[in-house]
């Protein structure tokens, strides 16, 4: 991917996120259980790269945590087919406007979402 282009990402959570986490619990009351709970993000990074820094807890040069707590505890695999229609994006603002629209169409098909 190019410089200064960004991409959306999913990454299926372990379902234990839903009974343990309260503040994910709350964000998604139309959870029936039987789809996949997702945490959607977005990168100027592989998507790859990206989960790895939020599965090792990545801190940057000047000491700033990027990854999500969440991710990192519960954080399973990436699930491409659930973003690989969405088109790189050329602004940080795009990329956070169709993250939150990826997120709140799957919540619409009744998967648990995290997103930021």
């Known amino acids: 991917m190019p410089k200064n282009q960004y ?14 986490n309260a503040k994910f619990r709350a964000a998604n009351p139309q959870f029936n ?3 996949e709970c997702l945490y959607v993000g977005m990168t100027s990074k592989n998507p790859k790269e990206r989960f790895e820094q939020h599965k090792t807890g990545y801190i940057n040069k000047k000491g700033h945590k990027l990854s999500s707590n969440i991710v990192q505890k519960y954080g ?12 790189p ?11 939150e629209k990826l997120a709140l169409e799957l919540r619409r098909k009744r998967y648990a979402v995290w997103f930021n």
């Open 33 to 35: 259980g039987v789809l």
């Open 89 to 99: 994006m050329k602004t940080r603002e795009e990329a956070l406007a169709m993250e």
């Open 76 to 87: 399973s695999y990436l699930r491409p087919s659930l973003y690989n229609h969405i088109s």
């Open 7 to 20: 991409q959306v990402y999913v990454i299926e959570l372990s379902k234990r996120v839903f009974t343990d």
